[in-house]
Structure formats: structure tokens, C-alpha cells
């Protein structure tokens, strides 16, 4: 089991943060029809009553966008990958089919708005997870964006380094068709234990139907 912490510098500038992890062994595959026609409809519903504003009222958007400009980041720019799948989606773009546990979390993702961390559990280095912010000059290598500047941003890190922040996670630890032990981390910046653990669950019952999946187990922190 991964342990998770949560550093004072968090708790400093979210002192509501609330946090699931989910950890599980699961089967990915290149695609799932199914999970993409959920996808499609829980989009076609976000195109029929949002707009690229009116998503950032989101609780969850909201939130985490709060957490960035306290930490000094900039959500306009740098933008949590919650807020950054729906507005895709509400200019008409079409989401980017990866694979079917990186589509699944993001499908969780845009239903409950938090930003969702998945991993390759067998790629870390060490058993813990800390979740603290991002510093100046710190190396990280985001999925599909190269070196990234974290700086501001929160993050976890293991033993060896940074391993996901909510806009982007990192390419050393990120989840391929070889997968078989996945941690999903569920960010509740807004302090809302039912719905993060709401959506905890809704992973897990994703990965019982997409992912040859008992659910594993879901572990909150704070």
C-alpha cells in the first residue's frame, strides 16, 4: 500500500484539503466502446448548460483554481486538468483517446471536476507519497508537455522526485498498456469529503466494468 502525506505548506494554504486514493490491480486495454459512449454523453450534457466560464463555478474548478493563485501559479496559464477536459470539450474538441485507464480517470475527472492523479503504482520509488508545492528550478518532465515548470503548483513527489501535480502528471510514473497497479489520487481542494469520496467510488466502479478490476481499495487523507 502507498502511504500518503500531506505537508504543513498544503495544509497552509488549503487547510480543508481532503484526498482519496484509490489502488488497485486492474487490466488496461487500447480501448473500451463503452467507456467512450459514457464519455460522449456526460460531454454532449456539458455542451448543452455550461460555457467555458461557467465551468470555473464548478466547486471542485473553483477550488483548485483558489489553491493555484494562493500558491502563486497562475490557473489561466498553468490549468488544472479537472477544469482543462471539460473546457476542451466545450470548445468542440474532441478528447484525446490514450487508453482505457488514463480515459477512465479522466472521464471521473470531468464528471466531479477534481483533478485526478493516475499511476503506474510499480514505478515509484519508495512506499509514500508527500504532497507539499513546487519549487523554483525543480525538474519535471510532464506527460506530452516536456520539462515543466512546477514551481507554485502543488505536487507529489517520491523518493526520487515530483510525480504529479493537477495539471499535469509526471512521464516517469504514468500509466501504460503494461499497467496491471494503478493509484488514483482524487484532489478535494474544496474540502468536500462526500463528494471525493463519491467520486473515489465512481472510479472504482469504473474499473469493474473497463478494467478487469475488483476496485481495490480507496484510502482518504487529510
Partial sequence: MINIIVSDEIETVCPGFVGAAVEATAQNSGHSDALWQEIGALS????????TESLKQ???????????????KDPSRYRPSGEALVRRVLQGKELYMIDTLVDLVNLASMAYGYSIGG????KFCGDTLTLGIGREGEPYEGIGRGLLNIAGLPVYRDAKGGVGTPTSDNERTKMTLETTHVLFLVNGYDGDSKQVEACASYLQDLLRRYAGSDGGTITTYR
Fill in 119 to 122: 499511476f503506474d503504482a510499480d
Fill in 44 to 51: 454532449a450534457d456539458y455542451r448543452s448548460r455550461l460555457t
Fill in 58 to 72: 464548478m466547486p471542485a474548478i473553483e477550488a483548485t483554481r483558489r489553491v493555484y493563485r494562493a500558491c502563486g
